[in-house]
């Protein structure tokens, strides 16, 4: 894949370091997709680790980058923080417009990729955010960036921690951290996931175990020990999210997991930025051993 | 003052603390007016101190709250924050729209109340932003939040850096400490300024220099020692903010002022962000001494 229309939108200077958004004309979304890294100080010497960010439905770049507060303590541990975009969006280079959820909906479609290559239509044409994630986005970072791709580390929210855990087991060895804020632990079980796997992917509920993390631990595949927290506020507990599904199939198979719940901390980015510096730490112990 | 309709419109645990956003029907507006308040944990156990942050141009009390990563040292330090809205919005009391700028411009009207009460039609009916922050909110936080008014500071960005050192030095002995990220030295000498308070307070420019910082300390106006943080690649910076002015008559009449000029850094939150820390750092220690 080449690397085109790569376009700088903006950059700040913060915490010494630089918050930027971009862009580019993404072969797999074939639409013009943005995303945000914040480049450390410490990458004026060399490489650093690269700690991604997925975030969750209705979300974009920007998110996380401007609410999350990460980037005090990235430019302290001398981490690269890249966070995509949710889906595709606008108009394709076919001059489609991408799809979006008919009812406009906001668990599906626009902002709710959910980190799939659907293959249903019309959604294959432009939905393809596993693959973006996984390996277009990491391509042009490579070739962009000051960006140690030796030295991996993936966490996300909700929609964006299920991309996270599914990513780091779906690709054994690339991720050295793997951490997550109230992450959707099973599509199979519950609604957000079945309407979107079954959007995206189809009635066969077999094809979404690969994008299930229990479904995947209880099939074999494994990752660095998880990191997860959990706010017992959050109104989406019970119904979606299910952190006793990954809790068990963990247990059963030694994955290893430590899960915090937190007590009174609800779904926002309050939650996330309260417990933000606790997973950078995470991420950047295993990244520098 | 009576407080009417006071309403909790949301609130979030975060870093242990309550970060709400509330409304209350104001007097001084006859709008309905918002405001987040972030309570510390620490208040659980008795009044806590408070700091004001007044934001710039185009911002309501959401943006500080969101993206400058105030809370979490808040949280540590015990400090309570409370931010205002900018201007009055919506529709008033009376049934009358809220005036706006009349070409929509974002420097004047909504978001642009610039902490002054206006004396001209058709601003002075609801653009009684100098009044609201100085004496209607402060009697709601006193009522209804866990706040030690003996001990408050006073801190903001832009067009609410001018807010908060003109709200310093007319209040003399009510701020225990001050600060400012890239304020507005002079509205008497930029355009934000002389078409704020020329549209506010009219054209005679002698009734202006109660709203300007570096006339009030000229005039002989004091107020604590003040921090101001001012970055040097702002792009307002020589047009608009002018900390030259500020220094000028700081130094000829011993006002004591810290200016930290920060190479490379511009006129965002991630440079709030970035320097909240010190701020807060600075408010608590005159705050709890």
Known sequence: MTIRDFKTIATNRCFDGVQGVYSHASTETRTTMRFSVFTPPQAAHGPVPVVWFLSGLTCTEENVTVKAGA???AAELGLMLVAPDTSP????????TVPDDPDGAWDFGLGAGFYVDATEAPWSRNYRMFSYV????PQLIEAEFPADM???GIMGHSMGGHGALTMALRHPGRFRSV??????TSPLNCPWGEKALGGYLGADRSLWRAHDTTALIADGARC????????????????QLKPQLLEEVCMATGQPLT????EGYD??????ASFMEDHLRWHAAALKE
């Open 71 to 73: 980037q005090r303590v």
């Open 89 to 96: 969006r606008g108009v394709d280079d076919g001059g489609e």
């Open 134 to 137: 996984a390996t277009e986005l």
């Open 150 to 152: 030796a030295a991996q």
């Open 179 to 184: 951490s997550a804020f109230a992450p959707i």
């Open 224 to 239: 660095p020990h998880i990191l997860v927290d959990q706010g017992l506020a959050d109104g989406f507990l019970d119904s």
């Open 259 to 262: 899960l915090n719940r937190r």
């Open 267 to 272: 779904h926002s980015y309050y939650f996330i």
